[in-house]
């Protein structure tokens, strides 16, 4: 069917699913995906799958998707709760009033006050008995256990946790949340199952109730506005992970005639008092110029009490982890000689694949991470040859990926500099100058 066919008010349903005809947005060449028409070729390598993630039903290029069986998985969390120390968290930047804060502090800050993005001060390890334990677990369970390796009581209570964690999950319309399919020997983890149809559900369905809980519970007097610019998956997945949450104001910007009309109808027709959508004249930067004038005077943000749900909250990037732990167990599940899986990712703020990169970290058995862009290609030129250089953005059929910066790059940059937050501002600086950053290609792998 043609996803552009799919009318606004039919979130109930998924789409039937027939069969992959033209998968057009899905090309590996060379490890780089291309976002031209033609069937997907995957370099196979022994012992290894590769699941391709699939993060969109809302474009207007049509996308057919084979029907496929679906497990039923049910099993329960092993419910412990060891009691230690939640993950605090830094800024990348080093300010010492940003270092070793709490989730919900950097839930609730989005950004560092530095300017840095908040990293983990250390990651949590999953040994591989823990890995084979969560196998019989549903998703919502899994999402659970592996946010607690972040998030521990002190924090947030396990059984808020995991009622924060199930309500998230309960919004999606596949039990499985983010089921694995086989088309045609490959494996697509596909991840519009949720309101909006693309995979910031996934992550805005999780922010808006941490937001709530932390608003409930003493966070910012208990008020927050949200200010959003959107060329349209933010800004419609945003409204639906905030729409009626108590304290939470939404403002969302989009330029006018630009942003998919089913994008548009999904932000414009939501009923809740708390959601205020904006049309611009003008492009996504205006839009965007908007807001960073409106974060960067103090007054105003403070009195508002102005908040972000960027690509950049930690929260995000966390909620997303879990798949790539589900759709490990799920490849393993099917695969009996794979140990390890490799993911293509279709990229444009390196929110998602930084997920990846952090499960990874975790010690998930995860291969090769394919970061996959279409013309807008920062960050394959980035990987091929150590240079992030900044072009100017062209217009493709999949606009979510036509970023010329990305901006969860610099917690990756981080990790490479050693963690070295010196090094790390010595590089952002640079780059903010000159629009280039050059880095020795043995350190960009
Ligand atoms: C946001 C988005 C992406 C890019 O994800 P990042 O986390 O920004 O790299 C890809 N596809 C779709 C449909 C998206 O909405």
Redesign the pocket.
């Known amino acids: 069917m043609d996803p552009s066919r799919v009318t606004c008010d039919d979130h109930t349903k998924t789409p039937a699913r027939e069969e992959i005809r033209d998968c057009n947005v899905y090309r590996v060449v060379g490890g780089i995906k291309r976002n031209k028409r033609a069937e997907p070729r995957i370099h196979a390598t022994k012992g290894r799958e590769t699941v391709s993630v699939l993060?969109?039903f809302t474009h207007q290029h049509s996308l057919d998707i084979l029907l496929a069986k679906r497990r039923n998985m049910n099993g329960t969390a092993n419910g412990h709760s060891n009691g230690d120390k939640s993950i605090t968290y830094s800024s990348t930047r080093g300010d010492p009033t940003q270092s070793h804060l709490s989730f919900r502090s950097v839930v609730m800050r989005g950004l560092a006050h530095d300017r840095g993005l908040f990293v983990p001060d250390e990651f949590p390890s999953v040994t591989p008995e823990e890995l084979e334990g969560w196998r019989s677990l549903s998703y919502a369970d899994l999402a659970t256990e592996v946010i607690a390796k972040f998030v521990k009581d002190d924090e947030v209570p396990r059984d808020v946790l995991r009622d924060i964690v199930h309500r998230s999950c309960g919004a999606f319309r596949s039990d499985e949340v983010t089921p694995l399919v086989k088309v045609n020997g490959h494996y697509i983890l596909e991840l519009f199952h949720g309101p909006t149809f693309?995979?910031?559900d996934v992550a805005l369905q999780m922010l808006g109730n941490f937001f709530e809980y932390f608003l409930s519970t003493g966070s910012n007097d208990g008020r927050l506005a949200v200010l959003g610019a959107t060329s349209g998956?933010t800004g419609s997945a945003a409204i639906y992970g905030l729409r009626g949450k108590k304290g939470v104001d939404c403002v969302i910007l989009y330029p006018k005639g630009r942003v998919s009309e089913i994008q548009k109808r999904q932000m414009a027709t939501v009923p809740d008092d708390n959601i205020h959508c904006v049309e611009v004249e003008g492009t996504f930067d205006d839009c965007q110029d908007i807001v960073k004038a409106s974060f960067a005077n103090a007054k105003f943000r403070d009195r508002v009490k102005l908040g972000a749900v960027n690509?950049i909250n930690w929260c995000r990037v966390l909620a997303q982890t879990t798949y790539y732990f589900w759709s490990y167990l799920r490849v393993t599940d099917a695969e009996k000689g794979v140990t390890k899986v490799n993911f293509s990712v279709?990229?444009?703020?390196?929110?998602?694949?930084l997920a990846g990169y952090y499960s990874k970290k975790m010690g998930l058995p995860v291969g090769d991470l394919i970061v996959a862009t279409n013309e807008n290609d920062i960050l394959h030129r980035f990987f091929a040859k150590g240079e992030y250089h900044r072009e100017n953005i062209q217009k493709t059929i999949?606009p979510?990926?036509d970023i010329c910066v990305s901006s969860n790059f610099e917690r990756y940059l981080y990790h490479l500099s050693g963690e070295d937050s010196a090094t790390l501002v010595g590089w952002m600086k640079g780059f903010e100058t000159t629009g280039k950053l050059t880095i020795d290609g043995k350190k960009a792998r």
């Open positions: 993060t969109s693309a995979f910031k998956d690509s279709p990229t444009g703020n390196f929110g998602d694949v999949s979510s990926m």
